[in-house]
């Protein structure tokens, strides 16, 4: 008779803890969701961004890319185009991923290598690291807590702390812990980790304008945190609504490929 | 989710309670805000546009190459003998203009002026054009190209070895480095109609080049034409390609290649897949009726009397047209930290010499005298081998690394061994570029050549080379 009471007594807070964990994963991948849509436009689009280089805080050098975005309908993850436009010496080179597919096209060898994406093409930044990606669909998102960290700028935001697992291959990295503003579900920091564990690299985002329809944030600070006298600042603009066909995505259109 | 709804209240409340609570002390999360460099806190306000379709690029190049030679090589290599030093200049240029909205025009060159140890100076020599590319490109609907004139048509997913590059026979034009990537990079295109198609799920691309030249002898450094496109070298010969791709799954497209070159019809085929997020594994082959290296080399060296007849008595490794194949099999790797990538690669050339094809060799060339013309006979096969991109040997296996940022940022450090199974000789070259800045970048790379003095990699003139550059982006 005791241990039914007992059970009647702790029944209930099982099953209200249960809830909560659904509630919370569900909640996680909602803000998760939220906060993907403030970064990326929801039809195909066409961006430029310029990756500054800085070196023991002196800067150093400039990338300057395309890139061609549009959502794959099926897994909800983005597939891009990325086309080379500074240094001269990349000039040209283009990047396609989709899906387990990463090709690198180079004008001068003419031939389409299929790469991994881990392989460092663009400075600092892994090639993962810049394209448009929609984390909901490559991590399984729970909520680690409610903190108020400052933002790039120094400003006080009240965010939800989340913790990121790599849910399928295709995820850059195995781990992150992201910032995610209450309310306006605006990034505002992320800290990227290796299988091994290790810090790779530190993100905050910063500079929100109106960019195809919503405040969308146009740079990217990312550290990188095993040398940190390394940074690079991302900053994405130009943005446009584009009709991107699907055979753009064929390794053999990436020699046609020019700023359409 | 009407019934958890509350209780994420209360676990929000929690949460900003627990925030709250925090607050006395400054998070340790805004530490990392002294990482942003201060320079970066503030960067310049208006961002110039990225000039769009801006596909050119223009480099001044200079380059001197010191090398060291072998002496007394049984059998001895022909005239001219292995400079010591050349010193190159060259203009570098590659474009593309956008005539209409479907029409546009390609152009890739090489302006060489050159000296080098035993070349003279001045002499016509010294001024050399590669003519790499220049063709007209149409889509007179989307995604449907056709294209004439001088084009570069590669294939393959391998870097040490491509069997299904089939228009890469004779077209290298003195490289300034003898790495398989380069190699790639420097070559003649070809005189050709092409046409290709992309599709949803794949693509086709048709392509015919005629004979507009004819079959001409080797060349060596020091007879190469001043401004002549060489159309000898890539178009002496009618010949047609069709490869497509198809999407078969999710991330899996293979290539399917079919050629055809004086009567005789190789296919080939590509294949290349992710595995996991640091590791790519790819294979690529091709199969057709060919000879031997030996047997190929003998009917082009008599077919542009560079061999007598009598040639046949003393070469090794001869046979009877067959059907032959050739095998690029390998995967990439790259490392987590510092992140470098590894290729390594296992390559196979059915046609190539044989262990006992090189003691024969090595044998008959022994035998003969420093200037016998057997000794020429022996070396015209290796030269030829060479012209063609082939393999001399039938097995080799090959690594090749790239690092990116290697020990300092800006410095880019990449290599190859390439090792000749059938001996273990070896070549051996790396290779460090430090980019100064967006423009400006200096170079170098020392190249050695290891292995007995009666092995493949061990029986070349040349022991070894450095070459050091400095090159411009216009």
């Known amino acids: 008779m005791k241990y039914r009471k007992r059970w009647i007594a702790i029944l209930p807070m099982a099953l209200w803890l249960g809830m909560t964990a659904v509630a919370e994963a569900q909640t996680a991948r909602e803000i998760v969701v939220a906060t993907d849509k403030v970064r990326n436009p929801e039809k195909p689009f066409r961006s430029t961004l310029r990756l500054t280089e800085y070196v023991g805080g002196q800067e150093r050098d400039h990338d300057s890319l395309i890139l061609y975005s549009k959502e794959d309908g099926a897994t909800r993850q983005f597939r891009n185009l990325v086309q080379y436009v500074e240094p001269a010496r990349d000039t040209g080179k283009s990047v396609l991923l989709d899906g387990h597919s990463l090709w690198f096209y180079d004008p001068n060898s003419k031939v389409s290598v299929r790469i991994s994406a881990q392989q460092r093409l663009i400075g600092q930044a892994a090639i993962g690291d810049i394209l448009t990606v929609n984390l909901a669909a490559d991590y399984t998102p729970s909520i680690v807590g409610t903190e108020t960290i400052e933002d790039a700028t120094r400003q006080p935001r009240t965010c939800w702390h989340l913790e990121l697992k790599a849910s399928n291959e295709l995820a850059t990295y195995n781990r992150v812990e992201y910032w995610v503003e209450q309310g306006s579900f605006f990034p505002v920091k992320g800290k990227f980790y290796a299988d091994s564990g290790r810090l790779l690299k530190i993100a905050y985002f910063r500079k929100f304008t109106q960019q195809l329809g919503a405040s969308r944030p146009t740079e990217v600070v990312i550290i990188d945190a095993v040398d940190s006298a390394l940074a690079t600042i991302a900053t994405l603009g130009e943005y446009a609504y584009q009709e991107i066909p699907e055979a753009w995505f064929q390794r053999d259109y990436l020699p046609h490929l020019q700023a359409k | ?474």
């Open chain 2, 1 to 474: 989710m009407k019934r958890a709804s509350p209780r994420v209240a209360v676990l929000a409340l929690l949460f900003a309670a627990s925030a709250t609570a925090r607050a006395a002390d400054p998070p340790t999360e805004d530490k990392d805000l002294s990482l942003i460099p201060p320079s970066a806190e503030t960067p310049p306000a208006a961002v110039t546009p990225v000039a769009a379709g801006a596909a050119r690029r223009i480099f001044l190049e200079d380059a001197f190459t010191g090398s060291w030679l072998e002496n007394d090589l049984l059998p001895a290599p022909p005239p001219p003998p292995q400079p010591r030093w050349e010193e190159r200049a060259l203009l570098d240029v590659r474009g593309e203009w956008q005539v209409d909205d479907s029409l546009r025009l390609i152009y890739s060159g090489r302006l060489n002026l050159r000296a080098e140890e035993g070349l003279g100076f001045p002499n016509h020599e010294n001024l050399t054009n590669d003519l790499r590319e220049a063709y007209l490109g149409w889509e007179p609907v989307d995604r449907l190209f056709l294209d004439v004139g001088r084009i570069n048509v590669k294939s393959g997913v391998a870097l040490g070895f491509n069997p299904t590059d089939f228009f890469k026979t004779r077209a290298v034009v003195e490289p300034l480095s003898v790495d398989p990537v380069v190699l790639r990079e420097d070559r003649l295109g070809t005189l050709m109609l092409r046409a290709e198609r992309v599709w949803t799920k794949g693509s086709l691309t048709a392509v015919y080049a005629p004979a507009v030249s004819s079959d001409s002898p080797i060349y060596t450094s020091s007879d190469l034409k001043s401004l002549n496109p060489m159309f000898d070298r890539t178009n002496a010969h009618d010949r047609w390609l069709l490869k497509g791709t198809v999407d078969l799954a999710a991330g899996f497209s293979p290539e399917f290649l079919a050629y055809e070159s004086q009567g005789r019809v190789r296919f080939g085929a590509n294949l290349a897949q992710n595995v996991g997020q640091s590791v790519v594994a790819y294979l690529e082959w091709s199969g057709g009726r060919q000879g031997t290296v030996s047997s190929d080399a003998l009917a082009f060296g008599q077919a542009t009397g560079s061999l007598p007849a009598a040639a046949a008595n003393v070469l090794p490794g001869l046979g009877a047209v067959a059907f032959r194949k050739q095998i690029a099999a390998g995967a990439s790797y790259t490392t987590p930290l510092p992140r470098i990538t590894f290729n390594l690669e296992f390559l196979y050339n059915e046609a190539g010499f044989t262990g006992s094809d090189w003691d024969e060799w090595f044998r008959t060339g022994s035998a003969a005298g420093p200037n016998s013309p057997i000794a020429g006979a022996l070396w015209y096969v290796r030269q030829y081998a060479q012209d063609q991109q082939d393999l001399i040997s039938r097995r080799f296996a090959f690594l090749r690394m790239d690092w990116v940022d290697a020990f300092v940022p800006k410095l880019e450090v990449s290599g190859f061994a390439e090792t000749d199974l059938s001996d273990r000789s070896t070549r051996l070259q790396l290779g460090a570029d430090y980019y100064l800045s967006d423009h400006w970048t200096v170079g170098g790379l020392i190249l050695l050549d290891s292995g007995g003095r009666h092995s493949d990699f061990g029986s070349l003139p040349q022991a070894g080379s450095v070459l050091l550059k400095v090159v411009r982006y216009l």
